[in-house]
């Protein structure tokens, strides 16, 4: 399997219920994100991880909680989400620009979520 | 701080019409410039890139050239078919950093029969 794999590709959820989200990539990268697109509304960048490490966290509200154990999976948790939080969640992955070289990002075909 | 501001839709076009996609850009020094494109129901693909002032981006019928001085990275198709409907971003890597993409707001294209 190559690429950028996201699952699952729907998920309905209530507003108590506990999901995650999976993201694993098979690029060799060491960058992964999460990016969420919602209708009428340009692409907003979530959460970078870089090394394993978190750099970057837009001003996400806590209910959305982010994980990466190791370079190729990145996960998100979701809890206590709002109806507004519907949308398609887009994960991607990137070699650290920090290293030098700049390379394109490789994109997850996304999860269409649902809050009801 | 960085920016990509791209024409806003829909663009409809006949089939076989030349299609012409404006992106401009706000960034320090030399970014990377890049278009993505999504097809309904799925995720953004790479549709092409370029990483210096002047070099021509190139995939499947579609051109876009970084040009430095007006700041810009227009997305160009001489001909365009039904299967291009699609939603077309401009995007930019800054300098430096871990390679994070910032982009446009998307074009949606819809190409008529």
């Known amino acids: 399997e190559t690429g950028v794999t996201q699952t699952p590709r729907h998920l309905v959820m209530g507003m108590t219920n506990k999901k995650s989200l999976k993201c694993e990539q098979h690029?060799?990268?060491?960058?992964m994100y999460w990016y969420k697109q919602s209708a009428k509304k340009p692409l907003e960048l979530m959460f970078v991880y870089s090394l394993e490490e978190r750099v970057e966290n837009n001003s996400v509200p806590s209910r959305f909680s982010p994980e990466c154990p190791n370079s190729s999976h990145l996960f998100l948790h979701l809890h206590t989400l709002q109806p507004e939080d519907s949308a398609l969640y887009l994960c991607a992955s990137s070699q650290d620009g920090r290293q030098g070289g700049n390379t394109e990002a490789f994109f997850g075909q996304g999860t269409r979520l649902t809050v009801v | 701080g960085d920016s990509v501001t791209q024409m806003e839709g829909p663009v409809t076009l006949s089939e076989e019409a030349f299609l012409t996609i404006n992106c401009t850009y706000t960034?320090?020094?030399?970014?990377?410039l890049f278009w993505y494109v999504q097809y309904p129901g799925e995720g953004l693909q790479l549709l092409l890139k370029?990483?210096?002032?002047?070099d021509k981006g190139s995939n499947k019928g579609f051109e876009a050239t970084y040009r430095k001085e007006t700041t810009s990275f227009h997305l160009e198709k001489g001909s365009v078919q039904v299967s291009d409907s699609a939603v077309y971003f401009c995007a930019l890597i800054p300098l430096g950093g871990y390679n994070k993409l910032i982009f446009g707001a998307g074009t949606r294209l819809a190409v008529h029969p």
């Open positions: 960034a320090t020094g030399y970014p990377s």
């Open positions: 370029a990483t210096k002032a002047d």
């Open positions: 690029l060799g990268h060491n960058a």
